[in-house]
């Protein structure tokens, strides 16, 4: 019976690959847009959205016409609202983060997007009663062989998963935890070197993690490594450090109990001072400036979350993970930290609620005589950071319903250009060229909101040359939802207003007078 279970497990899962694969499509999103990202190498940008798929959009930024430089051309469908995408460090993965049926237990898809498997998903990693993970909120990479995968879900814990061992079985994956906030993970941010992870809770916190080579962190790490030990008197075996014999803040271990028995993932949190889960569904899915306008008030059977982490987890067939704690780093008193972004040399640490608030690192961050304030952020505009980016020096950001975009010069914190819009800017994104803004607003009616529109800007005139996506579709081609890209409908039939779907993709030059930029 074992078997057959192991068998039906896995044959499952292969049919929930195939589900969530991308097909060829070039129709728009319907409902809000809550995630945004570029690839790093390619002109390629996927977004996530309230209505339970990811969509890739081509980008040419030298066609002549400006509804041909951003177009529509996979979309997978998730079955749960896509809070989070990243991509990895070469652009061969894309990950999405969300709620398994759009609930509170996670799920994460990985998708190649290079060699034979490209569009395929190669990971769709549920929660389930032996693998338990809360709504993934935040999901990154890291740079260690694109062995790990970092998730932060709403529970106030960061799981890190090893896809070599998610690939050989299926719900192995599931390798460690790393517990520093006690609120959903808004953002996170892995350096360039996989030594440092940071993230920002709802918890008004910036934490440092100093990764251990378990959890993917550098082998140069200075940190030192507990393993577990279960002989009676709980004492763990050090490993030697390569980096000297400083004792780390940063420590991994298995906790036991009197007997030397390994304690469970449920009792190891249990005896943490761990927050109810008792939240809607709404305010689990809320990111920070979502707008309750055009939503539907109607509640499902997975609204309300009535157990908490500790009964969430009580399984006792769950695997003995290893922990990691962090190091808070800095605060907003005032307000939560939404969005965060770190600079590829890895000295500023950049985090936002209303405020923009700059951190200088120099030398490892978890030792907090290395970290100090940087530059203030002069911006007028007072609502919620909804999008953040970083990129030479440059930071990007828009806020909630402003119907603009902004980029600031982090040495001084000043502003260095103005992207005017109609509508509320949803999210920003640098492409690799490092000359391109891809800009995606939306507006809101008081049921609904209309389909997205993507702008494509140009901020510099020294642009690199990057790979073009040279997939080719044809116009009289079905999606996979049955309607006509020819005539460009949703699933009802009706087809789009033009007027609020053209992708418009206008050059600062080709914006009319009321969507000037601003030198």
């Keep these: 019976m074992e078997d057959e279970n ?16 991308f097909y060829p499509c070039v129709t728009n999103h319907k409902l809000e847009v809550l995630a945004m990202s570029a690839s790093p190498n390619k002109y390629i940008v996927a977004t996530g959205s309230s209505d339970l798929s990811c969509r890739l959009w081509k980008v040419d930024p030298d066609a002549k016409k400006a509804n041909e430089r951003m177009q529509v051309y996979q979309r997978s469908m998730v079955e749960g609202k896509v809070d989070c995408i990243s991509w990895n ?51 990154s990479f890291s740079t260690r062989n694109n062995q790990f995968v970092y998730c932060g879900d709403i529970t106030g814990q960061i799981w890190v998963f090893d896809l070599i061992k998610e690939a050989v079985s299926t719900g192995s994956g599931l390798i460690g935890v790393i517990q520093t906030q006690n609120d959903v993970i808004n953002d996170l941010a892995i350096s360039m070197d996989g030594s440092y992870l940071y993230s920002v809770s709802l918890d008004k916190k910036l934490a440092a993690i100093n990764l251990p080579e378990e959890f993917g962190g550098n082998k140069t790490n200075d940190s030192q490594t507990l393993s577990a030990d279960n002989d009676n008197n709980n004492n763990s075996k ?19 109990n009197n007997n030397g028995k390994a304690l469970s993932l449920a009792t190891q949190t249990s005896n943490r001072s761990m927050k109810s889960l008792k939240l809607s569904a709404n305010s689990s899915n809320s990111s920070v400036g979502s707008n309750n306008r055009g939503r539907s008030k109607t509640k499902t059977k997975s609204d309300t979350i009535k157990y908490s982490l500790s009964e969430l987890l009580a399984d006792e067939s769950m695997p003995t993970l290893k922990h990691c704690k962090g190091v808070i780093i800095g605060t907003d008193k005032d307000y939560p930290f939404w969005k965060l972004a770190l600079s590829n040399n890895g000295k500023n640490v950049i985090c936002a609620s209303r405020k923009v608030r700059i951190f200088n690192i120099n030398g490892n961050p978890t030792q907090t005589e290395n970290v100090s304030k940087g ?23 828009c806020r909630t319903l402003v119907p603009r975009a902004k980029l600031f010069d982090i040495r001084d914190g000043k502003e260095i250009k103005k992207f005017n819009c109609k509508a509320p800017v949803q999210a920003v994104e640098f492409l690799a060229d490092n000359a391109h803004i891809v800009i995606c607003t939306q507006e809101y009616s008081a049921e609904s909101c209309f389909p997205p529109l993507m702008k494509l800007v140009s901020y510099s005139d020294k642009r690199v040359t990057i790979e073009k996506e040279d997939e080719q579709y044809v116009v009289s081609e079905i999606d996979a939802n049955g309607a006509s890209v020819a005539d460009m409908q949703d699933n009802g039939g009706t087809p789009i207003d033009s007027k609020t779907t053209e992708i418009s993709t206008q050059t600062p030059a080709a914006i009319d007078d009321d969507e000037k930029t601003d030198q």
Excluded at 238 to 256: A, E, M
Excluded at 378 to 394: A, I, M
Aim: hydrophobic letters at 30%; aromatic letters at 8%; charged letters at 30%.
């Design 6 to 21: 192991k068998q039906l497990l896995s044959e499952f899962d292969e049919l929930m690959k195939k589900i969530v694969r």
């Design 89 to 139: 460090f070469d652009g061969t993965l894309l990950a999405a983060g969300s709620g398994y049926k759009d609930g509170p237990d996670g799920y994460v898809v990985i998708w190649s997007m290079d060699g034979i498997d490209k569009y395929n998903s190669i990971y769709a990693i549920r929660s389930r009663p032996t693998v338990r993970f809360g709504r993934v909120k935040s999901i």
């Design 238 to 256: 050090r490993k030697k450090s390569i980096g000297g014999k400083r004792k780390s803040k940063n420590k991994v271990s298995t906790p036991t």
């Design 375 to 397: 530059p203030n952020v002069t911006d007028s505009d007072l609502e919620h950071v909804r999008s953040l980016k970083l990129r030479n020096g440059k930071l990007l950001l």
